[in-house]
């Protein structure tokens, strides 16, 4: 089992920044990867970036391509998710996911919500205009 605790959102306004932090404790070796996605009233959850725990690659969803950015500490079992330029349209529940160990050379869909094990309780971001 893996536990993951978010941190960091609030309000905002347009063109502000803000940095969300994820703290994963429990089974975190056997993570594969971790994610964020986000969820605004009335829409389906939404991908917004991943990172491969190991190797550190990165995918990042269309909307938010150039002004967020995903990282991880290792050490301290910790995904972060820089947010810049932000937009009234990133308004959302922000949820941090963690994906458990695949078999070597298996497909994995980082931005498919299907693919991830656990997940955080969500953290609300608002930016105002």
């Known amino acids: 089992q893996v536990q993951l605790v978010e941190s960091g959102g609030g309000l905002v306004q347009a063109g502000g920044s803000l940095r969300l932090s994820c703290a994963a404790s429990?089974?975190?070796?056997?993570?594969?990867?971790m994610g964020w996605f986000r969820q605004a009233p009335g829409k389906e959850r939404e991908f917004v970036a991943a990172?491969?725990?190991?190797?550190?690659?990165?995918l990042y969803g269309d909307s938010v391509k150039g002004r967020f950015t995903i990282s991880r500490d290792n050490r301290k079992s910790t995904v972060y998710l820089q947010m810049m330029s932000l937009k009234p349209e990133d308004t959302a529940v922000y949820y941090c996911?963690?994906?458990?160990?695949?078999?070597?050379?298996?497909?994995?869909?980082?931005?498919?919500?299907?693919?991830?094990?656990?997940w955080g309780q969500g953290t609300q971001v608002t930016v105002s205009s």
């Open positions: 996911a963690a994906a458990s160990a695949r078999l070597p050379g298996s497909w994995f869909e980082e931005d498919s919500v299907s693919e991830y094990d656990y």
């Open positions: 429990g089974r975190t070796l056997s993570m594969f990867a």
């Open positions: 990172i491969r725990w190991n190797v550190g690659n990165t």
